[in-house]
């Protein structure tokens, strides 16, 4: 017969395993108190992605109790009830318990040696193994209750379908023959600004999750692109910028661009390292219930550019 300590140290582990994953992007903001849940392979939890330009339909659901949590329970990839007329579901051994009413008297074998107030005798029903019949069995403590998922837990799994990329960034003066650029010339810049690696906030990406009694929406976008030019200087940019053409000539980029003030000799290969960083914001909605909250920021791999002082000849 099991411990107590022995039985919540177990619960703990299965609860941790199906309900808790933590992308390393997915923190910050108001999203602490939210830990993701399990993916959609338990067979509690389906996800899904997309890019419509409206949100997907039947995205609401019932916020349910416990500020819009509602108890998840699954045994070996089903789903299943998590309290019924036999008590309350145990993910541990995928049995349900239900303390004995009135206890047994002191010295019935249930006890297994320990007296009245030590513990309780619970009755323990296993109905999806093999019919197996109730039993009287003493435990040190109550089983843990089910894990409870709420809807921003769903949101941020809903979030991690998208596969959100760092972007590339391209620049003008650029990596070929034309690499070097020119103290006070116009730089262009830009990111690849399509799918998983940008979304602006009039055409977002939608994402949704979805448990047994609850089911949310997730609406994603850039609500910042931070770029930094290697210089201590940032980019002042609207979005992920326009991509140059040889019909632009030498005029400066019209919504992303930048003047470098001082040559980029003394730098690591002589070159300034740029990067841009997406700053990326997630609202969901469930049912009446709404949230917010910030993801980690997501940086493009560096890209380098050479600049010198233009040489004047007497």
């Known amino acids: 017969m099991r411990s107590g300590s022995g039985r919540c140290l177990a619960v703990v ?21 939210d830990p993701p849940v399990g993916p959609c392979a338990n067979s509690s939890v389906c996800v899904g992605a997309s890019t419509p330009a409206s949100p997907p339909s039947g995205g609401g659901g019932s916020g349910g109790g416990g500020g819009g949590g509602v108890q998840v329970c699954n045994w070996q990839g089903v789903s299943v009830p998590c309290s019924g007329p036999y008590g309350t579901f145990d993910p541990a051994d995928g049995c349900y318990y239900m303390e004995a009413q009135p206890q047994p008297p002191a010295g019935d074998p249930s006890w297994q040696g320990h007296q009245p107030g030590d513990g309780a005798v619970y009755t323990r029903t296993c109905p999806y193994q093999g019919g197996a019949g109730a039993a009287n069995v003493w435990l040190a403590q109550a089983p843990a209750a089910p894990p409870t998922v709420t809807p921003g837990q769903l949101a941020h799994q809903a979030v991690t379908t998208l596969g959100l990329m760092p972007a590339t960034v391209h620049t003008r003066p650029d990596g070929g023959g034309n690499k070097t650029g020119l103290v006070g010339s116009p730089i262009w810049l830009w990111i690849d600004g399509s799918g998983n690696v940008y979304a602006k906030k009039d055409k977002p990406l939608y994402a949704t999750a979805s448990v047994p009694g609850l089911s949310v929406t997730a609406t994603v976008w850039v609500s910042k692109l931070v770029w930094d030019m290697g210089d201590g200087g940032t980019a002042n940019c609207s979005g992920p910028g326009t991509p140059y053409t040889d019909a632009d000539g030498a005029s ?45 920021p997501i940086a493009t791999p560096a890209a380098t550019l050479r600049i010198s002082e233009l040489q004047v000849l007497n």
Not at 20 to 27: D, E
Not at 255 to 263: A, I
Not at 279 to 293: C, D, M, P, Y
């Open 13 to 33: 582990a299965l609860v941790l395993l199906a309900v808790v994953s933590s992308p390393l992007w997915l923190r910050g903001g108001r999203a602490a108190a």
């Open 252 to 296: 400066a980029s019209p919504d992303c661009g930048y003047r470098y003030t001082k040559p980029s000799a003394g730098q690591p290969g002589q070159q300034y390292a740029i990067t841009a960083t997406a700053h990326w914001t997630v609202t969901w909605v469930s049912g009446n219930l709404t949230g917010a909250f910030d993801m980690d």
